[in-house]
């Protein structure tokens, strides 16, 4: 259902993109490397809360999110790591840490990194921990509409 509704919305807007198998991997940076993708070109799906609301935070593979630099761009009381339990039920059918960075298919403001956001493509979890995406920046850019924000 979540890659489904990814998919779909991908498809209604007439957008190419790549799908990819690759052995099984589970970090960021080894997911990169199955796919043979550039760490700074895969983007990792960090959800966070914002003074208590969910939130996407979209990041390079070789990168960290700093809380505290977040909410400081952000102009937040707080940015905090979510708990799997807060969000599990907005991604039903997308394995545990396998997130796609579409926030804006399920009620979930986006934020991504400027680091990210210089990529011509960019990679990302399709749902599962044996696929890739991959897809034009510009493309996640203009349907996504994420707030380019330091992190």
């Known amino acids: 259902m979540s890659m489904e509704r990814v998919t779909r919305f991908l498809d209604e807007n007439g957008v190419k993109y790549v799908i990819q198998q690759h052995s099984p991997a589970y970090t960021a940076q080894e997911v990169a490397e199955a796919a043979h993708v550039p760490g700074r070109h895969f983007a ?3 959800m966070v809360k914002v003074d208590g609301r969910l939130a996407l935070a979209v ?16 102009g937040a009381q707080a940015v905090d790591l979510a708990e799997e339990a ?5 991604f039903p059918d997308c394995e545990p840490g396998a997130m796609p960075p579409f926030g804006n298919l399920f009620d979930l403001e986006v934020f991504v990194s400027p680091h990210l956001a210089q990529a011509d493509m960019i990679a990302f979890n399709a749902g599962n921990h044996h ?6 920046y510009s493309v996640f850019d203009r349907l996504v509409k994420p707030a380019e924000v330091a992190m």
């Open 86 to 90: 807060d969000f599990s039920d907005r």
């Open 131 to 136: 696929e890739v995406m991959q897809l034009a």
């Open 44 to 46: 990792k799906s960090v």
């Open 59 to 74: 990041l390079p593979a070789t990168d960290r999110v700093d809380l505290r630099r977040l909410a400081q761009s952000l």
